[in-house]
């Protein structure tokens, strides 16, 4: 790799520059990631950083806990028989079934993918 130089006001800089790096956003599970990767896996974090990779790995862990999620939770709705007779008859225990059901999705989601 041949490196070029720049003179200004007498002294003379390198002509650096960073790679491309993605700019895509990410929201709860991407920043959990983030937080987890400063945390406890500073290797880590700082391999993807340095590498300009940082951005896409936490957009993909956002897709693939947000897909996950929505796989869990729908095969747990239809293990524990939550229905739309259910939602019609007692809509308040439908909730609180929906609620649990969510939450344990994520829990899954958070063990299996954000902090491993």
């Known amino acids: ?31 959990m990631r983030l937080n987890y990767l400063k945390k406890h896996r500073r290797g880590t974090y700082t391999t993807l950083l340095t590498s300009c990779t940082l951005n896409q790995h936490l957009y993909e862990t956002e897709q693939e806990a947000k897909q996950q999620i929505d796989l869990t939770l729908s ?3 239809k293990e524990r028989g939550i229905t739309e007779e259910l939602k019609a008859a007692d ?9 649990n059901a969510k939450h344990d999705a994520e829990e899954l989601v958070l063990n299996e993918i954000i902090y491993h």
Do not use: C, F, H
């Not at 809509?91 to 609620?99: A, F, G, K, S, T």
């Open 1 to 31: 790799m041949e490196l070029t130089y720049t003179e200004r006001n007498g002294v003379i800089y390198p002509d650096l520059a960073l790679p491309e790096q993605t700019n895509s956003p990410i929201g709860k599970y991407g920043r």
């Open 75 to 77: 095969w747990l709705v």
């Open 91 to 99: 809509p308040l225990r439908w909730v609180q079934e929906m609620n």
